[in-house]
């Protein structure tokens, strides 16, 4: 049982939780960069997170040490088909945004992160799939002006998520919480166990 103090402190938290932003990672093989991206999420106040490996890809196995114990605080949602993620998303009423530097991605900071939005982020080597890409409402890229033409994908994740972040914060949506009570005592619950 949590002391007063503990339970104070998960109702604070959980009166930030965002239920109108996700992030999906498609075939991040480093558990590492999966570690890296949950802490970003809970960092931010995001709820869940939807990991789909698929094409032989398996699951990482994330350890206390490196996720940072942060997937105790998020609802981790698993799928073997990018398609079958994104009609759960879509039947949630999401808009699909993707990371991709390409000639049709637009700037991240043209993104209205005022609307419900899954973030997708792509693999280290060769980001997301074709699948992705023509299945997205929108594809964007983070402006750089270096010779590198890509950033690790747990970089881009907390760039992209503190533009949200920000956003969000302006318009006001930590000022009250967006889960209603009964939400949030399932979370509790699930904190809890």
Same mark, same amino acid.
């Given at each position: 049982?949590?002391?007063?103090?503990?339970?104070?402190?998960?109702?604070?938290?959980?009166?930030?939780?965002?239920?109108?932003?996700?992030?999906?990672?498609?075939?991040?093989?480093?558990?590492?960069?999966?570690?890296?991206?949950?802490?970003?999420?809970?960092?931010?106040?995001?709820?869940?997170?939807?990991?789909?490996?698929?094409?032989?890809?398996?699951?990482?196995?994330?350890?206390?040490?490196?996720?940072?114990?942060?997937?105790?605080?998020?609802?981790?949602?698993?799928?073997?088909?990018?398609?079958?993620?994104?009609?759960?998303?879509?039947?949630?009423?999401?808009?699909?945004? !993707?990371? *991709?530097? $390409?000639?049709?991605?637009?700037?991240?900071?043209?993104?209205? @992160?005022? +609307? =419900?939005?899954? /973030?997708?982020?792509?693999?280290?080597?060769?980001?997301?799939?074709?699948?992705?890409?023509?299945?997205?409402?929108?594809?964007?890229?983070?402006?750089?002006?270096?010779?590198?033409? !890509?950033? *690790?994908? $747990?970089?881009?994740?907390?760039?992209?998520?503190?533009?949200? @972040?920000? +956003? =969000?914060?302006? /318009?006001?949506?930590?000022?009250?919480?967006?889960?209603?009570?009964?939400?949030?005592?399932?979370?509790?619950?699930?904190?809890?166990?």
């Amino acid at each position: 049982m949590p002391t007063e103090k503990r339970m104070e402190r998960m109702m604070e938290v959980l009166s930030k939780r965002q239920n109108d932003i996700v992030v999906v990672l498609e075939n991040v093989h480093d558990p590492h960069n999966v570690s890296a991206v949950l802490r970003t999420c809970d960092a931010i106040g995001i709820l869940d997170i939807y990991l789909v490996y698929h094409s032989g890809q398996k699951f990482p196995q994330l350890n206390n040490k490196s996720s940072g114990r942060v997937r105790k605080w998020m609802i981790v949602h698993k799928f073997t088909s990018i398609l079958e993620c994104f009609k759960e998303l879509k039947e949630q009423g999401f808009t699909i945004v !993707s990371t *991709n530097v $390409s000639s049709n991605s637009k700037s991240l900071y043209d993104i209205d @992160f005022s +609307q =419900k939005i899954a /973030l997708v982020f792509g693999n280290e080597h060769v980001g997301i799939s074709t699948e992705v890409k023509e299945s997205s409402d929108s594809v964007i890229f983070i402006p750089q002006v270096g010779f590198a033409e !890509s950033l *690790n994908i $747990s970089v881009a994740c907390s760039i992209c998520l503190y533009e949200a @972040f920000r +956003q =969000k914060n302006i /318009l006001g949506h930590y000022s009250s919480p967006k889960l209603d009570t009964k939400e949030q005592n399932l979370i509790l619950n699930l904190w809890n166990s």
